[in-house]
Structure formats: structure tokens, C-alpha cells
């Protein structure tokens, strides 16, 4: 090579050696490394233990004020790396407490059972049930069911039945039966035990005067009495379809009771006149 190029070699080569030089020194004399954290972030519980994290990371001062986030590395062999996560909220929650589940309502067949249910923080003391809401509170009732019903055995009666008659004292019956509340039969001296009173089988009924409507239904008229039924009732007239000589006899017979007459008299002239 010519004595120029060798010139111009040694100058670049002598240009790069004192950038090189001047960066060590400006990184070694001029610039420093220091760790730097953020700000904990929110706990990821409020309560038996949480964990919160933040950043970490390295920066270089220029000595002017200026910083730049450089390689954790250079950080590294200064000082021991700050710890990005550290737990939080460690108290015990609040948690649901129940108490002994009640007696069954009832001492035969389907009931309800109770229970206290409340909200206790870890030192046992009793808070307000919103610390609590994180888990399900537990029911306070359950259904129960107690099989003991043999005192609920007692007598049943059906409905009455017809009465034998419309008027002047019929008799009317119904069914007495021993029974639980399931209407299961059982045998009477059961109910007996229980019950020494034993409900009618029978009764009178209907004892008012034939010429009196009905108190209840009969065999004779099912229907039995209503008030509502007398205006859809005939009137009977005795002369409606009479003879000449009946007409006659009736008209008498309303002119000897227009005369006061005794009952005794009437029936004697009326004999006559049928006669």
C-alpha cells in the first residue's frame, strides 16, 4: 500500500480506538446504575391472604438529570435485586357460623328445623353479614319430618246421609270411622283409648209437623228445604175440578166457619151433606 492509504488507515483505526476509549470512560466515570421499583399494586384478596406486585427495574443515570431503563443486568452486581411481590391482607376472613339445628315444628309428619346463621370475623366476634357475601351462606331452616303420629289417631265422621223421612221424626245415619290423619283405618278400641267419646252414628231428623216444609233432605225429597223453592209452588184449590153438588158442599162449608160454628158442627153437617 502507498504511504497515503497506510496514512488514512492509521487514522480511522486511531478514531475508533478513541471512541471506544472515550465510551468506556464515559460509562465507567460518568454514568450509574441504580435499581427502581413502582408503586404495590392491589392486594389480590381482602382477606386470609393475598399477594401484591410491582414493577422492578434498572435505570442509568447520565449525571445530567436524564435516566434510561437499561439490562436488569447491569443492576445486577450493585446491589441485591428489590422483590416484586410480596402478601398482603393475611387476617383470617370473616366466615359463617351456625348454631344447632332446632327441634322439628311439629311431633308428626312434615316440619321445619331452625338454625342461628351469622357472620364472624376470625377473632369470633359477630359483623355485619356484607363480610360474609364471598361465600354462600348456609340455610338457616330444612325441612323436617317426625314419624311419631300415632296420637294423631282419632275418630272421623263422614257426611249424614238421607233422612228415612220428609216429616213427622225420620232417622238419618253416617259413617264413624277410627282413622289417622292419611284417613288409614285402624281398629276402634285404638281410638277408644284415646277418644273414650265415640260420635253419634245416627240421629232423628225431620221431626217437624208434615203440614211444615222439610229441615233436611229425606229419601222422599233430596233436595232437602230452601226458602228459594216456595215461590215455584203450586197452590192447591180443593173445588178446582169438583162437581156441581162439591162446589156446593165447599161453598157451605166456608159459610158455616164464616158463622163461627164449632169444629164439632162442622164435621156433622158436612157428614150430612156427603151423605
Known sequence: ???????????????????????????????????????????????????????????????HGSQDVVDDA?????????RSAQPCNMQQCATWTT?????????????????TVTCRTGLGSQTPDIACLTQPKPPHTKPCFEDNCIHEISWHTGDWGLCSKSCDSGIRTRQVTCADRDFQSYNQEMCKAIQPWIPETFESCN??????PQQVPSMQDT??????RLPLLTRYIPDRDATGLERLYFAFLVRLRSLNLNSTMLIVSAMLLRK
Not at 446504575?33 to 404495590?40: A, F, L, N, R
Not at 315444628?105 to 338454625?115: A, F, L, T
Not at 233436595?223 to 228459594?228: A, L, P, Q, V, W
Request: proline share 3%; charged share 15%.
Open 223 to 228: 233436595t232437602g228445604y230452601d226458602i228459594n
Open 1 to 63: 500500500l502507498s504511504m497515503r492509504w497506510k496514512t488514512l488507515l492509521y487514522f480511522l483505526w486511531s478514531l475508533l480506538v478513541l471512541v471506544l476509549v472515550s465510551k468506556f470512560l464515559e460509562r465507567s466515570f460518568f454514568y450509574t446504575y441504580s435499581w427502581k421499583t413502582g408503586d404495590w399494586g392491589v392486594c389480590s384478596a381482602t382477606c386470609g391472604g393475598g399477594t401484591q406486585i410491582r414493577s422492578v427495574y434498572c435505570v442509568s443515570y447520565d449525571g
Open 74 to 82: 447491569e443492576c445486577a452486581s450493585l446491589t441485591e435485586r428489590p
Open 99 to 115: 348454631g344447632p339445628w332446632s327441634e322439628c315444628s311439629v311431633s308428626c309428619g312434615e316440619g321445619i328445623q331452625s338454625r
Open 207 to 212: 221431626i217437624q209437623p208434615c203440614h211444615q
